[in-house]
């Protein structure tokens, strides 16, 4: 289409120079909106002036990645229509950001749709399509068209890399990688084949490559610490962190989070103290993980301390901010700050109403913890397979049989499938409420096989109530299972020895103690820890 053909709308004219200048301060308006990180607001802001103009064809493509982050595909339909009106969408820059929305939204077919429709397309608009089939895990047409594309910069071969591999496809990431030419075989494709390597667990491979790099940036030393640390290789994270020739907040973060992932509370906490002596100030990432750790530990006062940072620092108080404080007052037993925090939370997701309801159900409010539950269905927000293991243990500690099984079959309602925790949970439930046959029967109908942990809550039960009877069938099963409990597992025997001494029966209880005699077995002595802080 020539010049002299094309029709522009009034606001895009030579005349408007006014209508010009205000479209330029709009874009400029919703320009700082998404770096702000309000993408709903550059929306609304846009609706406002757009009911009285034209599209603005300068703020389409911000628009666009504002649709594209709050995962809106209907308002980015809306705006492509309207591009198409204004012929905007004859632009290169808009075109590609379209291909780039549906891509990343799941709507492919969309994508190529426009992709073939553009008159004019750029090395970037092939790297969007390209990187919509990788994220849509249609590595077959990304592949087609990449070796289609009349040129190619590092970015075309970095999207195919990067692709496979989140794809799970490292040989063909690792094929591709060895391809690149020299010229555009930079420090970050590099650092994509390390990470792709990590991210699989491949560690040996991420190694070898991250060995032969002629040079190293700051985010490839924070893909190998998180790697080991993925793997539960907590020493080779600590060498290559130790390695590192100068260090950055980044690669801090990656030291505590892993501690704090691989259940090294302590570690992560000295970490974190010199973290700040080397002159870093802990930043969201950092905080979320010491609150995670303070939680873990009981350590309400330094998480109490945390939470001074947060607000001396003036922390956005976000969506994983205020998740961490729930979840660490909750566990620490301050269930009333937990709560504060949840009622003023705007948005509450599943990770904040699991930590409020674990919270209740661990400090005894097993009541509260199953009215929350409620809530949370009534909020709309889904339970998950965490959800139902929080009621269900809230349910065993208070005695709660009937709402137990009635939680216990609404997992089918929610499409999740219950794993061998929910039985223990359900099992631990009927073993203490004394229904210890109801409790074997449903052992025996769980579709896989019970473990340890299923059959030591029955026999726990099985002490409290004084039922030889059951405690004899149950070992009977045990011994003749061929399940890994026999062997990896003797404390059963203690159990059942103290059952038998506890019911006075001193001969079975003698016979058993001779078995644990003979395996080997060491009755693990009783203890008592006092925790002492640091003044």
Same mark, same amino acid.
């Given at each position: 289409?020539?010049?002299?053909?094309?029709?522009?709308?009034?606001?895009?004219?030579?005349?408007?120079?006014?209508?010009?200048?205000?479209?330029?301060?709009?874009?400029?308006?919703?320009?700082?909106?998404?770096?702000?990180?309000?993408?709903?607001?550059?929306?609304?802001?846009?609706?406002?002036?757009?009911?009285?103009?034209?599209?603005?064809?300068?703020?389409?493509?911000?628009?666009?990645?504002?649709?594209?982050? !709050?995962?809106?595909?209907?308002?980015?339909?809306?705006?492509?229509?309207?591009?198409?009106?204004?012929?905007?969408? %004859?632009?290169?820059?808009?075109?590609?950001?379209?291909?780039?929305?549906?891509?990343?939204?799941?709507?492919?077919?969309?994508?190529?749709?426009? %992709?073939?429709?553009?008159?004019?397309?750029?090395?970037?608009?092939?790297?969007?399509?390209?990187?919509?089939?990788?994220?849509?895990?249609?590595?077959?047409?990304?592949?087609?068209?990449?070796?289609?594309?009349?040129?190619?910069?590092?970015?075309? =071969?970095?999207?195919?890399?990067?692709? $496979?591999?989140?794809?799970?496809?490292?040989?063909?990431?690792?094929?591709?990688?060895?391809?690149?030419? !020299?010229?555009?075989?930079?420090?970050?494709? =590099?650092?994509?084949?390390?990470?792709?390597?990590?991210?699989?667990?491949?560690?040996?491979?991420?190694?070898?490559?991250?060995?032969?790099?002629?040079?190293?940036?700051? &985010?490839?030393?924070?893909?190998?610490?998180?790697?080991?640390?993925?793997?539960?290789?907590?020493?080779?994270?600590?060498?290559?962190?130790?390695?590192?020739?100068?260090?950055?907040?980044?690669?801090?973060?990656?030291?505590?989070?892993?501690?704090? *992932?691989?259940?090294?509370?302590?570690?992560?906490?000295?970490?974190?103290?010199?973290?700040?002596?080397?002159?870093?100030?802990?930043?969201?990432?950092?905080?979320?993980?010491?609150?995670?750790?303070?939680?873990?530990?009981?350590?309400?006062?330094?998480?109490?301390?945390?939470?001074?940072?947060?607000?001396?620092?003036?922390?956005?108080?976000?969506? &994983?901010?205020?998740?961490?404080?729930?979840?660490?007052?909750?566990?620490?037993?301050?269930?009333?700050?937990?709560?504060? !925090?949840?009622?003023?939370?705007? *948005?509450?997701?599943?990770?904040?109403?699991?930590?409020?309801?674990?919270?209740?159900?661990?400090?005894?409010?097993?009541?509260?913890?199953?009215?929350?539950?409620?809530?949370?269905?009534?909020?709309?927000?889904?339970?998950?397979?965490?959800?139902?293991?929080?009621?269900?243990?809230?349910?065993?500690?208070?005695?709660?049989?009937?709402?137990?099984?009635?939680?216990?079959?609404?997992?089918?309602? $929610?499409?999740?499938?219950?794993?061998?925790?929910? $039985?223990?949970?359900?099992?631990?439930?009927?073993?203490?409420?004394?229904?210890?046959?109801?409790?074997?029967?449903?052992?025996?109908?769980?579709?896989?096989?019970?473990?340890?942990?299923?059959?030591?809550?029955?026999?726990?039960?099985?002490?409290?109530?004084?039922?030889?009877?059951?405690?004899?069938?149950?070992?009977?099963?045990?011994?003749?299972?061929?399940?890994?409990?026999?062997?990896?597992?003797?404390?059963?025997?203690? !159990?059942?020895?103290?059952?038998?001494?506890?019911?006075?029966? =001193?001969?079975?209880?003698?016979?058993?103690?001779?078995?644990?005699?003979?395996?080997?077995?060491?009755?693990?002595?009783?203890?008592?820890?006092?925790?002492?802080?640091?003044?």
């Amino acid at each position: 289409m020539s010049k002299s053909n094309t029709r522009y709308p009034t606001c895009f004219s030579p005349e408007s120079s006014k209508l010009r200048h205000a479209s330029s301060n709009w874009s400029s308006t919703i320009k700082n909106f998404i770096a702000q990180g309000a993408p709903k607001r550059a929306l609304k802001f846009y609706a406002t002036v757009r009911s009285n103009h034209s599209v603005i064809i300068g703020a389409v493509p911000l628009l666009l990645k504002a649709c594209t982050s !709050l995962s809106m595909i209907c308002y980015g339909r809306i705006i492509h229509s309207e591009s198409i009106k204004s012929g905007a969408l %004859f632009d290169v820059m808009v075109g590609t950001s379209l291909i780039s929305m549906y891509g990343k939204c799941g709507c492919i077919a969309d994508a190529r749709k426009v %992709f073939d429709l553009m008159s004019e397309r750029n090395v970037v608009s092939w790297n969007a399509m390209i990187g919509g089939y990788m994220k849509n895990g249609d590595a077959e047409s990304a592949f087609r068209l990449f070796e289609e594309m009349p040129a190619r910069t590092e970015v075309s =071969w970095i999207e195919m890399i990067e692709g $496979y591999a989140r794809n799970g496809d490292v040989v063909s990431a690792r094929e591709l990688f060895d391809r690149v030419p !020299l010229g555009v075989k930079n420090v970050v494709t =590099w650092t994509v084949m390390v990470d792709g390597y990590a991210c699989n667990g491949d560690m040996d491979g991420a190694r070898e490559v991250f060995e032969a790099m002629p040079c190293r940036n700051f &985010f490839v030393w924070s893909s190998m610490i998180c790697g080991y640390f993925r793997k539960g290789d907590v020493v080779q994270a600590e060498t290559i962190f130790n390695l590192i020739p100068v260090r950055n907040l980044v690669h801090w973060n990656s030291l505590i989070s892993g501690y704090a *992932q691989n259940g090294h509370c302590r570690k992560a906490l000295d970490a974190f103290t010199k973290m700040q002596v080397d002159g870093f100030e802990p930043d969201e990432v950092t905080l979320v993980s010491i609150l995670s750790v303070c939680g873990r530990l009981g350590l309400l006062d330094k998480g109490k301390e945390v939470h001074e940072i947060i607000r001396c620092q003036g922390i956005k108080h976000n969506q &994983f901010i205020l998740n961490g404080l729930v979840d660490m007052y909750a566990k620490c037993g301050d269930i009333t700050s937990a709560r504060l !925090l949840f009622e003023g939370m705007e *948005q509450k997701n599943d990770a904040c109403w699991n930590s409020m309801i674990s919270g209740l159900a661990i400090h005894g409010q097993c009541k509260e913890a199953i009215e929350f539950f409620g809530r949370m269905e009534k909020s709309g927000e889904k339970p998950n397979s965490i959800s139902f293991l929080s009621v269900l243990s809230a349910c065993a500690h208070g005695g709660y049989v009937e709402e137990g099984l009635e939680f216990f079959s609404k997992l089918k309602k $929610y499409d999740i499938a219950a794993s061998i925790k929910h $039985y223990g949970c359900l099992i631990d439930l009927l073993g203490r409420a004394g229904k210890l046959k109801e409790g074997y029967d449903l052992i025996k109908e769980m579709p896989m096989r019970p473990n340890d942990t299923v059959w030591g809550a029955l026999l726990g039960a099985c002490r409290i109530h004084s039922d030889m009877e059951m405690a004899d069938r149950i070992l009977e099963e045990v011994r003749s299972s061929d399940s890994d409990v026999c062997s990896t597992d003797d404390s059963h025997y203690v !159990l059942l020895s103290n059952i038998y001494a506890a019911s006075e029966r =001193w001969e079975n209880a003698e016979r058993m103690r001779m078995v644990i005699s003979r395996k080997g077995i060491l009755k693990t002595p009783g203890s008592s820890s006092v925790m002492f802080e640091h003044l």
